[in-house]
């Protein structure tokens, strides 16, 4: 049975609630956005909070802080002698032995953990998984031209190649082994992991975890390993995993790359592009875990500014004497902030504005933009809906008008999402008009770090769509959208 977390005050635990509410303040000043935060102190939670539509029960997409539970499948194998750091990869993938060169032969399962394989250019999850075919071959292809363990160069890649290694060797795909060995002692959700077109974890991204599940697994790597009395990772890997604090930077902000783990300043972080981030403060006895969309790698520098330093310096400034004395009305402060924290806005539309006629609109596209064949607006008392036919099939976002409204969706979006395209995935989404003859929605989906904007200039007869995106690792916006109302194209025709 999963064994829940215990909440105190922060005060309680040697912790200014102040210095909380100051990372919040200026988190929020930054314009990178907190989607769920969780910070412990002696694994006891003494602050938690979701920014709507955001929610504690709802697992966030992790990019790369996926690596880190790759990286701990790989040493419970070390650990039970099934594979070795210093061996060569091809070792473990025989069938890609064949002309290979002395790079290749070389690079050592050690060299994939850290990033140092010699390949001649680095590889995202975003290439691959429009992949039908095996991303193994896709990997194998790619030249090594350097010599291995020389020069740092992430790449998702590795990741993969290491959850093959897991699966080969355990017969489990690296979810199932860990959840059999690890997760689900420490008790982290029965995650989802997204599978390669061979049956294998994506390796570098495409798990989906709570914010609670990524605190769990830090609060086993500030521990050694342990977990209620039991050694679950054996301790020379989570100092392999978390590196030596005295070692050369390698990274150009001044950070140290080991398993995943990058060290800088006091604090060691597990982190995933868009803003997942497990953040471990040792001298503290703190973890700190959340979802964001950031695209600025903000946070850690803030923590380290306004939590860790202060909290230091006041420990510093009475040596052996806490000076976080208890401080009931800032915690309060604290805690009804964590209540109010939102990101739905309360768009409210123009007094002036189009009153469309009749229920439905259905218009088609005046040329093909993203295999888009037809688009449809549907008008209620207090909903819009939007409606697209595209080349995977129908789909549709109901969204509320002047407030939010939940629901599921297939609609198409991964040209706007970093290649991540769901069958279905829940979406928040609210319409209002922002101008006489222009209808706003925004689509916010709180299993991503990604929201949607949809502007549709409005006439009877024509529209105008655009689409973008708050971030993305390719565009972040789709070309306009020319449609004509439907009866109008087949009276042409």
């Known amino acids: 049975m999963k064994k829940e977390l215990p909440f105190v005050c ?3 635990a040697g912790v ?15 314009g990178s956005e907190i989607h769920g935060i969780m910070f412990l102190v002696h694994g006891n939670i003494i602050f938690e909070a979701y920014n709507a539509p955001y929610e504690r029960n709802i697992p966030h997409i992790m990019h790369s802080f996926t690596k880190c539970l790759t990286n701990m499948a790989v040493g419970l194998a070390c650990s039970k002698g099934l594979v070795e750091l210093e061996k060569s990869v091809i070792e473990y993938l025989p ?7 002395a790079y290749l032969k070389a690079v050592t399962v050690e060299n994939l953990i850290t990033m140092r394989s010699g390949q001649q250019r680095s590889i995202g999850g975003n290439e691959w998984r429009l992949l039908k075919d095996s991303w193994l071959d896709a990997y194998f292809r790619v030249p090594f031209v350097k010599q291995p363990g020389s020069e740092y160069m992430y790449s998702s890649g590795n990741s993969y190649v290491l959850s093959a290694i897991v699966q080969r060797v355990t017969g489990k795909t690296c979810k199932e082994y860990l959840r059999e060995n690890i997760t689900g002692r420490i008790g982290v959700s029965d995650f989802t992991w997204m599978l390669s077109p061979e049956g294998i974890c994506s390796g570098g991204n495409g798990a989906s975890l709570t914010v609670e599940d990524m605190a769990r697994i830090g609060l086993l790597y ?5 977990w209620d009395g039991q050694q679950l990772l054996e301790e020379d890997w989570i100092r392999r995993s978390l590196g030596d604090p005295n070692a050369a930077e390698n990274g150009s902000d001044g ?3 080991n398993y995943h783990w990058v060290h800088t300043g006091d604090l060691w972080a597990a982190t995933g592009m868009f803003g997942q981030a497990c953040i471990l403060v040792p001298e503290m006895d703190m973890v700190v875990a959340m979802t964001a969309a950031d695209n600025k790698n903000v946070f850690c520098n803030i923590l380290q500014q306004e939590v860790v330093t202060p909290w230091k310096q006041r420990q510093e400034s009475v040596p052996g004497i806490s000076r976080n004395s208890p401080n009931m009305q800032i915690s309060d402060v604290l805690y009804n902030k964590g209540l109010r924290m939102t990101l739905e806005s309360k768009n409210r539309s123009v007094s002036q504005h189009i009153c469309p006629l009749c229920k439905r609109y259905e218009f088609v596209p005046v040329k093909e933009i993203d295999g888009i064949s037809g688009i449809a607006v549907v008008f209620e008392e207090n909903f819009v809906t939007y409606e697209m036919r595209d080349h995977r099939g129908c789909h549709s976002v109901k969204a509320g008008l002047e407030h939010w409204n939940s629901c599921v969706t297939s609609m198409t979006g991964g040209y706007l999402h970093h290649q991540y395209e769901m069958e279905e995935i829940r979406i928040r989404a609210c319409a209002y008009w922002q101008e006489g003859s222009t209808l706003m929605m925004e689509w916010r989906y709180p ?11 409005w006439s009877e007869e024509r529209i105008l769509v655009k689409r973008w995106v708050n971030m993305n690792s390719q565009d972040t916006e789709r070309p306009l959208i020319e449609a004509v109302k439907k009866e109008d194209v087949m009276q042409e025709e």
Do not use: Q, W
């Open 10 to 12: 922060p005060e309680s």
């Open 16 to 30: 200014d609630s102040g210095l909380i509410i100051n990372f919040l303040n200026e988190a929020e000043k930054t």
């Open 95 to 101: 069938e890609y032995g064949k002309g290979a060169n």
């Open 222 to 226: 500030l521990n050694h390993g342990r």
């Open 255 to 257: 950070s140290n790359y």
């Open 447 to 457: 299993e991503m770090a990604f929201f949607d904007h949809v502007c549709i200039t």
